[in-house]
């Protein structure tokens, strides 16, 4: 018998668990085209609903004349404000404490706002009848700029009561929405007055968009017999719609189904509730027909969440060898006309009080100003944790600012900043606790990894060449360290609407040994079925090829609040853990009943109980998993379930040092990246070739947004970036070669230590390129050009620097 | 993105392509590889009543590279023009410049006769036919007839070809000597932010021609002559280069777009023809 066991390092391998890079079990479908979208639900009798939209970016509605769509064939209905004022769904809660319009009411704050939505037999006539609604609008001034925003007279939201405080407190003008404080001013003011070196710099990060390759759509289907709604949609947090559904319809919950199918990429765009699903939820009440509605990709660029749009006022104080001794920021931010931001609700600005990223800074101060413009609402964390691409993009920034100021190497300047190792659990001047890191050991990784010194003496030798007028080309070199703040969240600061952002994980074993979980995230392309599963087997011994996860079926998966920020592994990871836990001491004591044991004289080894001292006796999990379903066992039940409810005890803080070495071509502007090195500490790694594929693709959408992806407006609030044409996707073609890396620093407070990894990429891969871009043009005296870097703008820069003759 | 109803017509031949057309006039449109046209009726900025697909119509294929002279059927897909080695060896500008636009997936489908008939001033075939001194052969109800590249394009979308007529073929001289296409883009996909076709002859050491059209910096291609002329018979040193492209500059008139302001096209447009040009020579 006991030559027959397998050796133990075969039986952990067998389980494909933590550590493993177990190929993706989503794939056979997605590689088939055998996916499963919101578009591809097909019902019998199913409508199609599409938007008539402003074409203007601020005018007054004066009149909707339906008659000419009404009359033509295959049109069912017309919905404008006035059809759905009566049920008090004219107007929805936004997720930041604001409200939005769902149909224009009375007045249009943004180009592509909702006017009316038509009801269609088919999609076809439904786009032929919104070009037959007349609708009168009389224009107003615009409002794009938001610093002038706050000192027009012209009022955006006349629905406001302009001497009312906000959600988030006081308003000083009409078009403010809020302002938000951390750390301490005072404290912060005195230190930069007293200071040595003070840098001061505006650091924009501009409007952009998550653009996920599938759009926003849902699928409303009301059973008028049972009372029961349904609505298959593209949602991030599909229990938060069930509940915010309930909550706006007065449909009660439990007659609510709400299911995420396969969604084709969310990076935050899909967190948010959107005029398309209350309108085809009310459409399907009053039809009693299924009725569909998936945007286009204009529809997306123009309407849908934006995000980013912060302009970060930024100074630094240090002394003159470098110690940095204090950071004040005062940021406007640009919401657009409806607050619509998708944030925890006691943080109207985010997580932006991370700001004050890697380093040991001993006072700051952090002010926020919402305001409103006209601009699509939005806000959303795209592929990031609430702001914190903002916050780490201006601390990096400014760092690279100190060292001009102070004539030191950026590299240099880090590292004599960074928390120590012994520094953690470290307390942040604005409020956080960091509960781990080691960034002196990723940095010298890092920075031997690429040779930096080396690199140095060249770009060196090619300024000189650039000088003689050997060469028309600069080398920049765009140094990272950045740390997020991820796994909202403890749910004392934590919560969306009231609900506390905790997750969930159920598990039931099968009586063969096979098992299903189910939580209350949803992958958009993550991965969770294929990772949850590892931490599972680890966990409970089962392999993980024997387990499915499942999610996004509100009537089936316990609550949670859905996959964004990071969050699942810190939070639903945890929880997975957690519950298997549970599954774990129950089946230490059916064991113990097995082998006739104390259940203390049984311990847990792989994928199986044995009795202490004694290995060749033993149960494993398979035999202990029929046991429960077939034995009657005194004082246990039947049956091997378990359910956890996790709640952080704290965030998780992964970090990285990322550098980019960067091609510029002065005259043309293009760039070209030589090489791109990212080392990243997401603490335990559950699947490494995952965490390499998120890296991947998370550095790519940073590289769109830095060297050219934007949503821009003209001085009228026209949209002029509202297809791909314009707005930046990058292919294969413009994708540089990433070199991956890591450090472990496991989180100690997280159950396997396990800290997030989708958007460390975004956060640091932004000011990697950024800080290439502009470090290629140190030497001949730039401090800070706005993003997005593309051809004309790095162009612009060597034009205003003199390098064009 | 959904169009507006349309008729659908699928004709086997020429006559009964511009009998359709006759009778719709301008609610008719010839679709080639319609990745313009399509993408354009999606938005709904062009209304199309009648659609007439032309790849059905016998005849409007195919390469042919006989004694000097160059012709290419008005569907043949810019995937075909990179494949052909004949045409790779009589006039490589076409295969380099082919390679720059769109991507796989577009060139399967795209074709010369709709790159060059549609009057889009992004599209790279047109300005690249003005620099070869291309003939464009055009169908219409009075039978055939010729036009030059040079003499086609009027303004953005406005061709010399009247709403009757179908364009059949491009068929010009076997270039001599260099070339080289060079083209600035944003990424893959795009249209030129400035793009420079260049043929360049040398003799003795000194230009003996030189011929160079603009692409995406005014409202129509731009094939400059004085810009040639600044070349011929010099040894296109650095003087040369510097003349050609202040001919070239009074020639253009671009604007700005979401490609940026028209000072950084002009720089852009100096500095893709300059490469142009050494490229050419350094091939001539």
Redesign the interface.
Same mark, same amino acid.
């Given at each position: 018998m006991n030559d027959m066991t397998p050796e133990r390092e075969e039986r952990v391998a067998g389980l494909k668990g933590l550590g493993c890079s177990r190929k993706r079990v989503e794939d056979a479908r997605f590689t088939q085209g055998k996916g499963n979208y919101v578009d591809d639900l097909k019902m019998p009798g199913m409508l199609h609903g599409?938007f008539v939209r402003s074409p203007y970016a601020h005018a007054r509605v004066k009149s909707i004349n339906t008659e000419a769509a009404m009359a033509l064939d295959g049109v069912v209905a017309v919905l404008t404000a006035a059809d759905l004022a009566p049920l008090g769904l004219h107007w929805m809660p936004t997720l930041a404490g604001d409200k939005q319009m769902v149909l224009a009411d009375g007045k249009v704050l943004f180009q592509g706002q909702e006017v009316a939505y038509v009801i269609a037999r088919d999609?076809?006539i439904?786009?032929?009848a919104v070009?037959l609604v007349e609708v009168e609008y009389e224009e107003l001034p615009v409002l794009t700029d938001p610093f002038e925003a706050l000192k027009s007279d012209v009022v955006l939201r006349e629905d406001l009561d302009p001497a009312a405080p906000g959600a988030h407190g006081p308003r000083k003008h009409p078009n403010h929405i809020f302002t938000w404080e951390a750390g301490d001013r005072e404290a912060t003011e005195q230190v930069l007055a007293e200071a040595d070196v003070v840098a001061e710099e505006m650091v924009y990060y501009h409007r952009t968009h998550p653009c996920p390759l599938e759009t926003c759509g849902c699928v409303a289907s009301m059973d008028k017999v049972n009372g029961k709604l349904t609505l298959w949609g593209t949602f991030q947090a599909p229990h938060a719609i069930r509940t915010v559904v309930s909550l706006i319809s007065g449909i009660e919950e439990h007659n609510i189904r709400v299911i995420s199918p396969d969604i084709g990429g969310g990076f935050g765009n899909k967190v948010g509730a959107y005029a398309g699903y209350v309108c085809s939820v009310v459409a399907s009440i009053v039809t009693g027909q299924p009725v569909k509605w998936v945007e286009?990709?204009?529809e997306n660029l123009m309407t849908t969440a934006f995000a980013r749009d912060y302009w970060m006022k930024g100074k630094i104080a240090a002394t003159k060898e470098g110690k940095i001794t204090g950071l004040w920021c005062h940021t406007t931010a640009d919401h657009g006309g409806f607050d619509a931001c998708a944030d925890p609700t006691k943080f109207p600005a985010g997580f932006m009080n991370i700001c004050t990223g890697s380093y040991d800074i001993p006072t700051a101060y952090l002010a926020v100003d919402g305001v409103y413009t006209n601009k699509a609402p939005g806000g959303v964390a795209y592929r990031c944790s609430f702001r914190v691409t903002e916050a780490a993009y201006f601390i990096e920034r400014m760092i690279e600012v100190l060292a001009i100021e102070l004539n030191m190497d950026a590299a240099e300047l880090r590292r004599i900043n960074f928390i120590r190792k012994d520094q953690f659990p470290y307390q942040s001047a604005l409020g956080w606790e960091y509960d781990s890191g080691d960034y002196h050991t990723a940095w010298d990784k890092a920075l031997n990894a690429v040779g930096y010194d080396d690199l140095r003496k060249e770009q060196a030798e090619r300024i000189e060449a650039f000088k003689r007028g050997e060469t028309r080309k600069l080398l920049g070199i765009g140094l990272t360290h950045f740390t997020e703040i991820v796994g909202a969240g403890p749910v004392k600061n934590c919560d969306i609407l009231g609900l506390g952002m905790f997750d969930s994980c159920e598990i039931r074993i099968h009586p063969t040994g096979s098992a299903i979980a189910r939580l209350g995230t949803i992958s958009q392309g993550q991965g969770h079925a294929t990772t949850f599963a590892q931490i599972l087997a680890s966990e409970i011994g089962i392999p993980a090829d024997s387990i499915t996860v499942e999610e996004g079926d509100t009537d089936t998966a316990p609550y949670g609040l859905g996959t964004y920020g990071s969050r699942s592994t810190p939070v639903a990871g945890a929880a997975t853990a957690m519950a298997g836990r549970k599954i774990r001491a129950k089946a230490q004591m059916i064991a113990a009943y097995l082998l006739e044991v104390h259940d203390d004289d049984v311990e847990f080894d792989v994928d199986r109980f044995v009795i202490k001292g004694a290995p060749e006796r033993f149960k494993t999990m398979k035999e202990i998993a029929f046991a429960a379903y077939n034995q009657a066992i005194p004082g246990i039940e039947p049956g091997l379930e378990a359910v956890s409810y996790y709640d952080p005890p704290n965030m998780t803080y992964p970090f990285g040092a990322y550098i980019c070495v960067m091609e510029i071509d002065v005259?043309?502007?293009?760039h070209q990246i030589r090489q791109f090195y990212a080392l990243d500490d997401c603490g335990t790694r559950i699947n490494p070739m995952i965490i390499e594929g998120q890296v991947h693709g998370g550095l790519t959408e940073a590289l769109a947004i830095a060297m050219?992806q934007e949503i821009?407006y003209d001085e009228m609030g026209n949209c002029?970036?509202g297809t791909l044409?314009?707005f930046?996707l990058?292919?294969a073609?413009?994708t540089p070669h990433y070199t991956t890396d890591h450090t472990v620093t496991p989180s100690p407070h997280h159950p396997i230590g396990a800290k997030g990894v989708g958007e460390s990429p975004n956060v640091g891969g932004v000011p990697a390129f950024s800080n290439a871009v502009h470090d290629a043009f140190r030497a001949f005296g730039l401090r800070q050009s706005h993003m997005p870097h593309?051809?004309?703008?790095i162009?612009?820069i060597a034009?205003d620097l003199g390098l064009?003759g | 993105?959904?169009p507006?109803?349309f008729d659908y017509y699928r004709p086997k031949d020429m006559g009964d392509v511009v009998a359709l057309l006759q009778e719709h006039g301008d609610d008719a449109r010839v679709m080639a590889g319609g990745h313009s046209l399509i993408p354009m009726m999606k938005?709904?900025m062009a209304e199309i009543a009648h659609l007439i697909d032309l790849q059905d119509v016998a005849g409007l294929g195919g390469i042919s590279v006989e004694s000097g002279q160059i012709t290419l059927g008005a569907m043949v897909t810019q995937h075909e023009i990179i494949d052909s080695d004949a045409l790779r060896a009589a006039a490589p500008i076409l295969h380099e410049a082919a390679l720059q636009i769109a991507?796989p997936q577009v060139r399967y489908m795209g074709t010369v006769g709709g790159n060059v008939a549609n009057g889009d001033p992004g599209n790279d075939m047109p300005g690249l036919m003005q620099c070869l001194d291309a003939t464009f052969t055009l169908v219409g109800p009075d039978g055939k007839r010729e036009v030059a590249a040079r003499g086609f394009y009027h303004a953005a979308y406005m061709t010399d070809r009247d709403d009757s007529e179908v364009l059949t073929s491009v068929s010009f001289a076997a270039p001599k000597g260099g070339y080289a296409y060079e083209k600035?883009k %944003?990424?893959?996909?795009?249209?030129a932010?400035a793009a420079a076709a260049v043929q360049i002859e040398k003799s003795g050491g000194v230009c003996a021609s030189a011929s160079i059209a603009m692409t995406n910096l005014s409202d129509t291609p731009i094939w400059s002559e004085t810009a040639g002329a600044a070349l011929v018979g010099t040894k296109v040193d650095d003087a040369a280069i510097a003349a050609a492209i202040a001919a070239m500059q009074a020639d253009i008139e671009p604007v700005e777009d979401? %490609?940026?302001?028209a000072?950084?096209k002009r720089?852009?447009a100096a500095?893709?023809l300059t490469r142009a040009i050494r490229r050419a020579w350094d091939r001539a």
């Open positions: 599409d999609r076809y439904a786009a032929d070009e286009d990709r204009m005259d043309t502007g293009e050219g821009a002029k970036t044409m314009d930046f990058p292919t073609w413009e593309d051809h004309w703008r162009w612009k034009d064009h | 993105m959904i507006a109803a938005l709904r991507d600035q %944003r990424k893959i996909g795009d249209y932010t979401n %490609r940026g302001p000072a950084f720089h852009a500095t893709v």
